[in-house]
């Protein structure tokens, strides 16, 4: 006798990194109901981090930014709604309702809604040539505006400005990056790689502005000439990046009476409260088995291994999500490696040869390892994410030694299923 067919709808909101992976992860794990997946982006679904990286440099066009070919999605059968917007949600009766007036019904609703940047609010803001990045379009307009500028200024050092920083370097721009903090990629990384990026940057021309925040723009015409640090200094600038953080897309999901702090809250199998209402991504503040409290990250990791979790669930198979948080960013000849969350280390240890621009960081909390951030040493990056699936006796010693090999050791922890540990 032929399978049930499966009647369900899901609906997904949100067509980037997550809502597309939990449409595909859907399909690949045998959902044979209606699939609709809603972007207000126009187009089809693709990758943000090229956008700060290969795609400003002119290494990579728009077609290869896709993260598949318009022809999967008809093939697929997911019912893709570009450049409309879920205005709505009807818990009570599972309906969503659109920008256009469109109401569709669901059985199961995922928020795949990411975030946004923030905005900076200081006089002379809405003058031309001040540009932030997070979606395609905006990458269109800066790519388009970097052609022929000698200056420019970066406000924020976090990935985003300073990706941005390396590219606007090589392309022989001058350029000042401002930050707020006194140590750029702070909130992201140990104090000794982001010293490392630093003097990286610095060597590459670019100049620091640190712990002094933005008090206006100036303009000629209609156009931005200079920044101006609440400390009084005058940067010229052709153009300028604002990169100061993003902010999770959680109003729709407020508004329909689910809980919101910093994401859209979820427990362990990325449920909200209502039992058909999930959320993923950017946009969800989720109980992580690698950080003390609830956690939201922006990864392309994390959406996507949270979306493999939903669907996975959405079939039958229900796990707690534990998913090892790991990341990357691409900055002149340092391709920069995380996995695990490093944030609360008390200890921090080298391996390798910084001098050499091969080496990683090992970050320890109580004498047990957090996470490992990599220069150039994909090795190290991948013996970590097997070392923080499975139960390890790493110590800061075992890590510095060049005699230890750690691949080899981290090969043989065997994964740990992970409960409530
Ligand atoms: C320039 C840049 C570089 C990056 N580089 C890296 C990197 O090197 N490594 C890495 O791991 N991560 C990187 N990231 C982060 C990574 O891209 C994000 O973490 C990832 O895209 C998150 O996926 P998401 O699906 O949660 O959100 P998104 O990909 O942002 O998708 C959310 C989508 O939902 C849409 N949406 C929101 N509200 C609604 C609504 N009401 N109705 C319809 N649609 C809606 C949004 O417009 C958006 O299209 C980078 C991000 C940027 C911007």
Redesign the pocket.
Known sequence: MADAVDKRTIII?????????MAASLRDEGFDGRLLL????PGF?Y???????AYLTGKTVEEALRLRPPAYYADKKIELIEG????AIDRAARRVV?NDGQSLVYDELVL?????NRTLHVPGHDLDGIFY???LAD?QSLKGSMAGISRAVVIGAG??GL?FAAVARAAGIDVTVVEATTRPLGRALSPITSQYFVDAHEAWGTRFVLGTGISHFDGVGGQVTHVVTQDGQQLAADLVLVGIG?LP?QE?AAEAGLACENGIVVNQFLRTEDPHVSA?????LYPSFFAAGPTR???????VDQ?RNVAARLMGRPTPYAGIP?????QGDLKLQIVGLTGGHDSAVVRGDPAGRKFSVFCFGNGRLLGIESINQAGDHMAGRKLLAGHHDLTPDKAVDLEFDLRLYAKEIPPVARTDD
């Open positions: 909101i949100g067509s980037g990194q997550g809502g597309y992976q809603i972007g207000d982006e679904p990758q943000r981090p090229p956008l700060s990286k409309r917007r879920a205005t659109l795949a809604t990411g975030a946004r990045l997070r979606t990458a990935f985003i990706e993003v897309n729709l993923i991504g950017d946009c969800c990250l922006e990864s392309v990791q994390n959406a979306a790991w990341f990357w960013s691409d």
